[in-house]
């Protein structure tokens, strides 16, 4: 993690490193004794949320950067290739998650910034990086030799830190932000910062986003989402009938399971059904059908 990062978890004048893996480190950082709000984009990740509230209003995905003669298909494409990180921040995490779950390795060269990571892949001492999408297309029209790939992780959020002594700025700060998304106002800010709206950039990190954008969900209904793609699959229950679903057709043209069908895409899982006979709804077999 680079000093000027380490600032905010600092405690005493000093970070202790245990706090990301010992859940009994717990302990309020010395920022909070002068400030109220910690306002930029923390990255919402588990042993952050043990010592300071968020107000994470900015669903984010963790998106590959790379050299444009670098192929990155998918994760398995990074094994063995030179990755520029910060040594202990959220994108750490990411590519430690993925080397244990994907039994892949990676090759590491140590930065002070995510920035300092960009410049790296740029000047190609790193294959690639990975940088949170709210600002990998941003950052990407600055350098020459950089194109932004894809995903690594599913939909997180970041926002603003306040301190766990002060739950009532939390409540007021997380209704503030959720009229703001209400009412658009979030998106006209985005465009003024990011030269899109907030529902453009939806477009690139959602599945659908024309359906999502007029939904204009909140920050706990993404949250739900999330939930639901860590999962795999909404799992629904159909009637075997003509506006549900048929296991024998070749085609179906259910009005309810084409609904369905439809659903799962816009936010990105498989279906996953109980078949239910009219007569003995309660011995329903499960079929899968993956959603393309």
Same mark, same amino acid.
């Given at each position: 993690?680079?000093?000027?990062?380490?600032?905010?978890?600092?405690?005493?004048?000093?970070?202790?490193?245990?706090?990301?893996?010992? @859940?009994?480190?717990?302990?309020?950082?010395?920022?909070?004794?002068?400030?109220?709000?910690?306002?930029?984009?923390?990255?919402?990740? @588990?042993?952050?949320?043990?010592?300071?509230?968020?107000?994470?209003?900015?669903?984010?995905?963790?998106?590959?950067?790379? *050299? @444009?003669?670098?192929?990155?298909?998918?994760?398995?494409?990074?094994?063995?290739?030179?990755?520029?990180?910060?040594?202990?921040?959220?994108?750490?995490?990411?590519?430690?998650? #993925?080397?244990?779950?994907?039994?892949?390795?990676?090759?590491?060269?140590?930065?002070?910034? #995510?920035?300092?990571?960009?410049?790296?892949?740029?000047?190609?001492?790193?294959?690639?990086?990975?940088?949170?999408?709210?600002?990998?297309?941003?950052?990407?029209?600055?350098?020459?030799?950089?194109?932004?790939?894809?995903?690594?992780?599913?939909?997180?959020?970041?926002?603003?830190?306040?301190?766990?002594?002060?739950?009532?700025?939390?409540?007021?700060?997380?209704?503030?932000?959720?009229?703001?998304?209400?009412?658009?106002?979030?998106?006209?800010?985005?465009?003024?910062?990011?030269?899109?709206?907030?529902?453009?950039?939806?477009?690139?990190?959602?599945?659908?986003?024309? /359906?999502?954008?007029?939904?204009?969900?909140?920050?706990?209904?993404?949250?739900?989402?999330?939930?639901?793609?860590?999962?795999?699959?909404?799992?629904?229950?159909? *009637?075997?009938?003509?506006?549900?679903?048929? @296991?024998?057709?070749?085609? *179906?043209?259910?009005?309810?399971?084409?609904?369905?069908?439809?659903?799962?895409?816009?936010?990105?899982?498989?279906?996953?059904?109980? /078949?239910?006979?009219?007569?003995?709804?309660?011995?329903?077999?499960?079929?899968?059908?993956?959603?393309?």
């Amino acid at each position: 993690m680079s000093i000027i990062l380490k600032f905010f978890f600092y405690k005493d004048g000093v970070f202790d490193e245990t706090v990301k893996t010992d @859940p009994n480190v717990v302990y309020k950082p010395d920022l909070f004794e002068d400030v109220d709000i910690y306002v930029d984009t923390l990255t919402q990740i @588990p042993w952050r949320e043990k010592l300071m509230d968020f107000i994470g209003f900015t669903p984010i995905r963790e998106l590959v950067i790379h *050299q @444009p003669d670098i192929d990155i298909e998918n994760i398995y494409d990074m094994n063995d290739k030179t990755v520029a990180v910060q040594s202990v921040s959220s994108y750490m995490s990411t590519f430690t998650d #993925i080397e244990q779950t994907y039994g892949i390795r990676l090759r590491y060269v140590y930065v002070d910034t #995510i920035f300092d990571a960009l410049t790296a892949v740029d000047e190609k001492r790193a294959d690639f990086t990975i940088m949170d999408s709210n600002r990998a297309f941003l950052e990407a029209k600055k350098l020459s030799n950089i194109e932004v790939g894809i995903p690594v992780t599913d939909v997180k959020f970041v926002g603003w830190a306040v301190s766990k002594d002060t739950p009532e700025l939390t409540s007021i700060l997380t209704k503030y932000m959720d009229v703001l998304i209400d009412r658009g106002i979030i998106n006209d800010l985005w465009l003024t910062d990011y030269d899109i709206s907030f529902y453009e950039y939806y477009t690139l990190i959602l599945k659908d986003a024309s /359906i999502i954008e007029a939904m204009n969900l909140t920050r706990e209904e993404l949250a739900y989402i999330d939930g639901l793609r860590k999962r795999g699959a909404v799992r629904i229950a159909l *009637q075997n009938n003509v506006v549900g679903y048929n @296991p024998d057709a070749e085609v *179906q043209t259910g009005y309810n399971y084409l609904l369905a069908e439809d659903f799962a895409k816009v936010i990105g899982v498989d279906l996953e059904m109980v /078949i239910i006979d009219q007569f003995t709804r309660f011995f329903g077999r499960m079929v899968k059908h993956l959603s393309k």
